[in-house]
Every structure is written in structure tokens, then in C-alpha cells.
């Protein structure tokens, strides 16, 4: 055998790794479904292509591109998350322009585009409807999504849209679960509910469709169907009972996050499965550590609708010795709230509360922490937060026995400490009228109107008395709204002393003998005449119809009305006429404000009441004839050069905004616009409006040669010279264009305008604007 001794072999080279090995440390990347490669980032090539060797993605103006190359345009633009909102504006114009000549695919990515940049349009969502309808039929699944998907970003509802799109998914047999997820999470977020989804949704499921359901579409699914306010029992019961069992499944792999959206969604769709309500308990027992201290009192309450809806078919008792468990469960968790309640909101401890109330099941410790924290929570708020809050009960009509108290105690506070409030010379009670005194008057009647929707007494009767208190004044008009709640909320001497024996009991301070004898009658007496609208005089019930139109005494106040409005001042009658409701009020009114303009009260009016009575008056000439129209059109004319010479005078200011609306009532009433109010429109229209108003300005005017006997043709002339380089948009531009030539106004050189952003994405080279 022979030995080698001239030195080590040379190592043998390595083969190269083969195409598409991975390291054992690196992720596999997952593969894009056709319900996700719209979201999925520009490939190497297409990126240098737009930003490095090419002339970048938008070379040239949208009106010289063609179909596919304005699709491919906006989604680039997408893709490198250009936010000019110029380029957007052009690009919804480019979109509608050829919307017809789009493929089902290039529709649909020009929707992603405009979604994923949150664009949102209504204009360009009307113009392509017709296309998505056209088109929603040979769309395939992940661009059917998608589509419905763009709405939902752009915060844009169309129906005709959606009732196609929803059809074409209805007829649809190849979405899978993600792309069931897309669609219910869009429609749920646009509030847009379709018994035939929600029966697709029956189908998919009944054929096993929510077991192919990942843990994170399950969580989304169910919460759609929650926002739909569907329940196990009626429509959608199918794939309600689907995701229960696939919660059964996946529940102990979701996050805290996604747990606590699992479980309130499940709560929301009065799921009664209890071996599913189990599960849920075992598994926020062991994360019950690791939720936000936020989140426990919507568990809590999650928990307890659980449990009344499984109580209601006699699957579980948590009053039952198999209910221990659970007694320990809620104990553990209302501990953890009443620890950490200083950190949670004054609604969120009593949503915790009133969770319990329903269960029957009382813990002390947080029934004495929340009394400590509560009220002294809400008396640092400001008045009309806790106000605020106060509203958000009654709207939905949630008459909490914990809060109600507390928030009538922030808002009117009975202290024996405290001066009382001294009614016609008489103390009825020691009530604090600070914070109240920090209300508006109009907040006052929302304060009553709240007590009364919660049918809350003791509330109502402590506002009654702190409002009659010689240190609150509130306008006639005001205290005839709250006098009205009074009347109907406590019609007789029974109801007023129910009210004070309710407030009675609430407040230990108060003595057993309170209210003295007359005390209360007297009161009773005052709300009652205030609540007369003959006790007012007219302007004021005039005031509180246009202020409070759902109030429920307006249909009473409009018919006093009828035969007073020759008693309202001029500059009111206006409002009156544009927002009755009766037809006969209308009517009078509107002869009322003739006969005072006829009479002189013109010269008296401000140029606010002078512009609104001239857009009342107009509406009524549209289609009429005879000697009414004569009259109303005599009155428009009037006003509006009544304003023209407060303008031209400048002895008071008047807005270019003004100005147009009174332009508007004149075109409305057939009318020339007077010389002075030309003048006045042409010296503030360059300062007083934009390039889009000034469009609207001049399409209202009369015509050449008005402008040229008012001698206003200069100044309009350089005014859309200034608006022309501020259009984003070429059919504006063309607009003003054609308008000027038309009223033979004089443009000058106009240069394109590059928007705010200085790169080139904001503004294409090529043709100029129209000059």
C-alpha cells in the first residue's frame, strides 16, 4: 500500500446551495392567495422601473392614456403611497372617463387603489357603478372581495353598488373563508346588511365552511355578524352555531386581543351554547392576568348576557351547586376591577356594575369602591361632560340605578352646606346651582329632556328647581322648552308628589316632612303658566319652533303661531318660514314678512336676515303665477338690492358668500342681479372666495352685458385669472374657461400650479392649463 506524504488532500469545493433552499433559522414566506396579491409590495423590477430608471410611474397626463395604462397609473400610485390629494383628484376624473372600457380585473384594482389610499369620492363611486354592476358578474372571487373591500376604505356607501356586488357573491360557488371574511367585515363597517349574503352565509356554512376557518377569520366573521345584530335564533343561526363550534376549537389559540373580540361577539349574537361559555371561562381564567384593565368590565358584561342567554333554555344556573365554579370565577374577576377601578371610566365601573345587578350576584368590595371613585370622578369633570354622558344613557335608554344617581348628583348636588336655592322667596330645597350655572340655556332643556327619556323623577324635579332659582337665567324661548318637558313629564299634583318623594328617599339630608305644605303647589303653578305659549310673546315661541323642531309641544307651538306672526319681528319671520312644518304656518308667515317689507321694514333688517328672507321668498316663486308671485318677486328684488347698497356703502360688512346666495335667490325668482350687488360680488369675489365658489359665482350671473353697464368686467377678470392657477383639475379649468368667454372676462397668463408636494408625482408635464 503506498502513503501519500506530499501533504493533505485539497478540500473538495461544495456544490452550490440549490434555487430556493432556505436557511433552518429563516421563515418560510406564505404564499399570496388571490384575495391578498392586491396588498402584496411591487416586485424588485417594477419598483426600479417607476422610481429609478424610468420616467417614473405618471410620465404623462391622464388624458393621454389609455384604459390599461390609467389602471396601471393608480396602482402604482397605490403601491408607492403617493398622498398628494391633487394626483387623487386627477386620478378619480381619469378613473370615470374611461370606467366603461375597464376589464373586471382593472376594475378592480382601481378600486384597491382609491381604497387603499382612503380616498374617498362619491362623485367617482356614482360614475363607476354602473361598471361594477356591468362587470360584478365575471369578477373572480378575490377581485368580487377586494371590490367590496375598496368601498368599505374609502368610507363610501352606494347602494346600486353593493346590491350588485352582494348578487354576484350570492351566485358565487368558489369564495373561500377569507374571502366570506373581506366581504361581511366591509359590509358590517359600511352598515350595509343583505338577507341574501347573510342566507349565502347559512349555505357556506351548513356545507362546512366556517371549518376551514382560521382562528384570526372566525374572530373577524363573528364580529361582522355581531355588527349586524343578528341573533342564534333568527337569520344567520347557521353559521352562528358554525363559528360557536369552531370556537371551541381555536379559542385557547387566540391572543388576549382577539379573545376579548371572540367572547363579546359571541355575547352580541346571544350565543347559548353552554359547553362554548365553559370553554370561554376556562380560558380568560388563565389569561385573565394578561387583559387590559379596560377590557374586564366589557367581559364582565359579555359574561353575564352569556349567561342569562344560556339561563333562558335551562342549560346553566349559576346560582346551582354546579354553578361554584363560576361564583369563583366572576369573584376573581370583579376583584381584579375593583383593584384597578381608579383607572377605568366612571361608565365602565358601572357597566361592571350592572352586569352583576342582572346576575343577582353583589360584590361589596366593588359595590364600596365604585361608590368612592364614581362620584368623585364625575365631579371633576366639566358640566357639559358630564352632560354629555348623561345623553348617551338616555339615547340608549339605559336607566342604570348605580349611575343615574351619581350623574344627578354631579350635575345638581344636594348639600346642606350649600346656600339652598330660593324659590318665589321660599327654600324647597338645598340644591347647588354651580354646576349648572355652567350650562347654556339650550343645554338646559337637554338636561331635562334627558331625565325625562330615562324616567328618572327625582332628576327632573332637582333640574326643575335648580332652574327656577333667582340666580339662573335662561331665555324665554329656552324656558318654554323645559316648561313643555315639565307639563308632559308631570301632568298632575300625583306625579309631582311621586317626584318629590322619589328625590326624598335618594337624599338622607332631606327631612321626612320635606316638601312643606304649598311648596311643591306653588312650583307646580309657575312650570305650569310657562309652559302656555299665550304667556309668551310671539318672537320667543317663534325662536323655541326653529330651535326645537322634535320637541313634542312644536306642533302646538306652530298653531299659536298662525294667528301671531304679524306680531314677529321681520328678521325672524325668515327662519320661521323656511323650517314650519304646517302649511298654514307657512302661509302665514309668509304674508306677514310681506306686509312688514311692503311697510318699511327693510331699512331695519341686517344683511344676514336680508339674504335668508330673500331665499325664503324665492323657493315659492319656482312654477307659480298670478298676483302672489308679483309680490314675492317685487320682495326678492327689493332685498337683494337693499343688500347691494350695504355692500357698495360698506356701513356694514357683507361676505362674498352672502352675496352669491343672494344671487342664487334671484336666479331662483327669475331676476336680474342689480347693479350694486354686481359691484360688490366683483371687488370681493378674488378675497372672499375660492376657485371652486367663484366657478359657482359665475355661473350666476347674468350675462355680458351686465357686467359690462356695472363696470365689473376688470375686476371678475383678474379674479378667475387667480382661481384659473388654482385648479387642481382640467374640467374645472375648461369650465372657467368657457364661462369667461362667454361673460367676455379677459384671462391673463396662467402657469400649471404643482400642488404642495414639489416632486413630480403631484403635477404631469405636458399640455398646460386652458389660459
Request: glycine share 6%; aromatic share 4%; proline share 6%.
Amino acid at each position: 500500500m503506498m502513503l501519500r506524504v506530499f501533504g493533505t488532500p485539497a478540500a473538495r469545493p461544495r456544490a452550490p446551495p440549490a434555487r430556493g433552499a432556505t436557511r433552518g433559522f429563516a421563515r418560510k414566506r406564505a404564499r399570496l392567495d388571490e384575495y391578498n396579491t392586491h396588498d402584496a409590495p411591487l416586485r424588485r423590477s417594477v419598483w426600479r422601473k417607476a422610481k429609478v430608471d424610468g420616467e417614473g410611474f405618471y410620465p404623462y397626463k391622464f388624458e393621454d392614456m389609455t384604459p390599461p395604462e390609467v389602471t396601471e397609473t393608480v396602482h402604482l400610485a397605490s403601491k408607492l403611497h403617493v398622498a398628494s390629494p391633487e394626483f387623487w383628484r386627477r386620478a378619480a376624473f381619469a378613473v370615470g372617463d374611461v370606467a366603461s372600457a375597464l376589464a373586471p380585473k382593472q376594475l378592480a384594482t382601481c378600486c384597491h387603489a382609491f381604497g387603499a389610499a382612503r380616498w374617498r369620492d362619491e362623485a367617482l363611486v356614482s360614475v363607476l357603478a354602473p361598471a361594477i354592476a356591468k362587470c360584478a358578474g365575471d369578477m373572480r372571487p378575490g377581485d368580487l372581495a377586494v371590490t367590496i373591500q375598496s368601498l368599505a376604505r374609502s368610507s363610501t356607501r352606494h347602494n346600486t353598488a353593493l346590491q350588485a356586488l352582494s348578487r354576484a357573491v350570492q351566485a358565487n360557488q368558489r369564495i373561500a373563508s377569507k374571502g366570506f371574511t373581506m366581504i361581511a367585515e366591509s359590509f358590517a363597517s359600511m352598515r350595509y346588511q343583505n338577507e341574501g349574503f347573510i342566507q349565502r352565509l347559512d349555505d357556506w356554512a351548513d356545507a362546512g365552511g366556517t371549518a376551514s376557518c382560521s382562528a384570526e377569520e372566525a374572530v373577524v366573521l363573528a364580529h361582522s355578524l355581531s355588527l349586524f345584530e343578528l341573533q342564534s335564533t333568527g337569520p344567520g343561526h347557521i353559521v352562528i352555531a358554525g363559528l360557536c363550534d369552531r370556537f371551541q376549537g381555536v379559542a385557547g389559540v387566540l391572543q388576549p386581543p382577539a379573545l376579548h373580540t371572540a367572547l363579546l361577539s359571541v355575547a352580541r349574537l346571544r350565543c347559548s351554547d353552554a359547553t362554548l361559555v365553559q370553554t370561554f371561562e376556562r380560558i380568560m381564567s388563565e389569561d385573565l392576568h394578561r387583559l387590559h384593565v379596560k377590557n374586564l368590565p366589557a367581559v364582565l358584561d359579555a359574561f353575564t348576557q352569556l349567561y342569562q342567554s344560556c339561563g333562558e333554555n335551562d342549560q346553566m344556573d349559576i346560582e346551582g351547586p354546579e354553578g361554584t365554579q363560576r361564583r369563583r370565577f366572576l369573584a376573581r374577576l370583579t376583584s381584579r376591577i375593583a383593584r384597578q377601578l381608579r383607572h377605568l371610566r366612571p361608565q365602565d365601573a358601572s357597566r361592571a356594575m350592572q352586569g352583576l345587578d342582572r346576575l343577582g350576584f353583589l360584590d361589596p368590595v366593588l359595590l364600596q369602591e365604585a361608590s368612592e371613585i364614581v362620584p368623585r370622578q364625575l365631579a371633576m369633570r366639566p358640566a357639559i361632560d358630564t352632560l354629555t354622558l348623561l345623553e348617551s344613557y338616555a339615547a340608549a335608554g339605559n336607566a342604570d340605578g348605580f349611575m343615574l344617581p351619581c350623574l344627578r348628583r354631579a350635575l345638581l348636588p344636594i348639600a346642606p352646606g350649600v346656600a339652598p336655592a330660593a324659590v318665589g322667596g321660599e327654600a324647597l330645597a338645598p340644591i347647588s346651582t354651580v354646576p349648572i350655572s355652567q350650562l347654556d340655556d339650550i343645554d338646559a332643556v337637554r338636561l331635562v329632556a334627558a331625565f325625562i327619556a330615562l324616567q328618572h323623577r327625582e332628576g327632573l324635579l332637582a333640574a326643575i328647581i335648580a332652574l327656577d332659582a333667582r340666580d339662573i337665567q335662561i331665555a324665554p324661548s329656552c324656558l318654554l322648552a323645559v316648561a313643555a318637558h315639565v307639563a308632559e313629564a308631570l301632568p298632575d299634583e300625583r306625579a309631582w308628589m311621586e317626584a318629590a318623594e322619589a328625590l326624598r328617599r335618594a337624599e338622607s339630608s332631606l327631612p321626612e316632612a320635606w316638601p312643606r305644605a304649598g311648596e311643591l303647589s306653588s312650583l307646580a303653578e309657575r312650570w305650569r303658566d310657562r309652559a302656555e305659549p299665550m304667556n309668551v310673546d310671539a318672537d320667543n315661541v317663534l325662536l323655541a319652533v326653529c330651535a326645537f323642531q322634535e320637541h313634542p309641544a312644536q306642533p302646538s307651538w306652530e298653531r299659536h303661531l298662525i294667528s301671531h306672526t304679524p306680531a314677529c319681528a321681520a328678521s325672524l319671520l325668515p327662519g320661521l318660514l323656511l323650517k314650519a312644518s304646517l302649511p298654514e304656518l307657512r302661509d302665514s308667515s309668509e304674508a306677514a314678512l310681506l306686509d312688514l317689507l311692503e311697510g318699511g321694514a327693510i331699512g331695519d333688517m341686517p344683511v344676514s336676515a336680508l339674504v335668508a328672507a330673500a331665499r325664503a321668498l324665492a323657493q315659492p316663486v319656482r312654477g307659480q303665477s298670478g298676483e302672489r308671485t308679483i309680490r314675492l318677486r317685487r320682495a326678492v328684488f327689493s332685498l337683494a338690492y337693499r343688500v347691494g347698497d350695504i355692500a357698495e356703502a360698506e356701513s356694514e360688512q357683507v361676505s362674498a358668500k352672502a352675496l352669491v346666495r343672494t344671487l342664487q335667490a334671484l336666479r331662483a325668482a327669475h331676476l336680474d342681479a342689480p347693479t350694486g350687488l354686481l359691484r360688490a360680488l366683483a371687488r370681493s369675489a378674488a378675497e372672499g372666495l375660492t376657485a371652486t365658489e367663484l366657478l359657482v359665482a359665475l355661473r350666476l350671473l347674468p350675462g355680458a352685458t351686465a357686467l359690462r353697464d356695472a363696470g365689473c368686467t376688470e375686476l371678475l377678470g383678474a379674479a378667475a385669472t387667480r382661481a384659473m392657477g388654482q385648479f387642481k383639475s382640467s374640467r374645472q379649468a375648461w369650465a372657467l374657461d368657457s364661462l369667461c368667454r362667454n361673460l367676455e372676462l379677459e384671462l391673463g397668463e396662467v402657469e400649471a400650479v404643482v400642488g404642495a408636494a414639489s416632486d413630480d408625482e403631484a403635477e404631469p408635464h405636458g399640455k398646460s392649463m386652458p389660459a
